[in-house]
């Protein structure tokens, strides 16, 4: 396989940017590139049977491109999508929530982890699976939906009184349960994390998995003899939606502007 072919990352919209953010800067030389499906964000309002479909239409598109790995930036996606696909892709492909469930149980110190995601990934119960499997001692997950937050985001509202007071209402009852340790369980919510800090306590550790995810990257490109040789690798960016949109906020949120983005009917 060419080693200068790019990687797949995506998500519903301009979060999985934070994890593709995190990718660009560990592997500088690889070209990423990114689907955000904006015609269908925000997938925490959709059933499982119709983010199975979304997620294989959008495999199908990265086979079109060709890709040498797969990133599902995505909580929602690597809850229902990835423990189905069985490794069936024959290139390396990783989610999210394993390697935050891995971080929470490394940081917590009093065993009560708190979960903000969205509501279908919270009704999956995807965190609290993952936590029991891993963890020996009986740590407990609290989860909190925050239906809310995708939109205010998607739409560049990150800070100020109406976005505090939706964040303080949807972290009280984790801030009530007395967790040490707070996962963002979606990909959209490391653009809230001032707001965050500012309501929590300070006590409380954040995790948001994007560097391990591109570390883990890095590691099995590596073992595959897969990194890229290429210096002057352009990424590329499509969506499901509005281009335009998606340049202006993701340009906004991507460490870097976004020169185009294309549209792609799946
Ligand atoms: N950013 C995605 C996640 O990590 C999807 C959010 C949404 O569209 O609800 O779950």
């Known amino acids: 396989m060419n080693r200068?072919?790019?990687i797949g990352v995506f998500d519903s919209g301009v979060g999985g940017l934070t994890v593709a953010n995190a990718i660009s800067k560990t592997l500088p030389e690889e070209k990423i590139i990114y689907?955000?499906?904006?015609a269908h964000v925000p997938y925490g309002d959709k059933t499982e049977t119709q983010i199975i479909k979304y997620v294989h239409n959008i495999i199908d598109f990265f086979c079109t491109k060709g890709i040498k790995a797969l990133v599902m930036a995505c909580n929602t996606s690597s809850a229902i999508v990835l423990p189905r696909l069985n490794g069936r892709l024959n290139i390396p492909t990783l989610g999210v929530i394993e390697f935050a469930s891995r971080m929470a149980l490394e940081t917590s110190k009093n065993e009560r982890i708190g979960v903000v995601a969205n509501p279908l990934t919270v009704k999956n119960g995807a965190y609290k699976r993952t936590i029991k499997?891993?963890?020996?001692?009986?740590?407990?997950?609290?989860?909190?939906p925050c239906k809310r937050w995708v939109p205010l985001i998607e739409a560049g509202n990150v800070s100020g009184e109406e976005v505090e007071e939706i964040v303080r209402q949807d972290l009280k009852p984790l801030i009530d349960s007395k967790i040490d340790t707070l996962i963002l369980g979606c990909t959209h919510y490391p653009y809230l994390i001032p707001t965050i800090n500012k309501i929590m306590n300070h006590g409380i550790k954040i995790i948001d998995p994007a560097k391990a995810v591109a570390e883990h990257l890095k590691k099995s490109l590596e073992e595959r003899e897969m990194l890229s040789n290429n210096e002057n690798s352009l990424h590329e960016f499509f969506v499901s939606g509005d281009p335009e949109e998606f340049q202006k906020m993701g340009s906004r949120?991507?460490?870097?502007?976004?020169?185009t983005v294309k549209k792609v009917e799946l």
């Not at 949120?253 to 020169?259: D, Q, S, T």
């Open 35 to 38: 689907f955000g499906d904006t």
């Open 133 to 144: 499997n891993i963890s020996l001692n009986g740590t407990m997950v609290f989860q909190s």
């Open 4 to 6: 200068n072919k790019g």
């Open 253 to 259: 949120f991507f460490g870097g502007k976004i020169p």
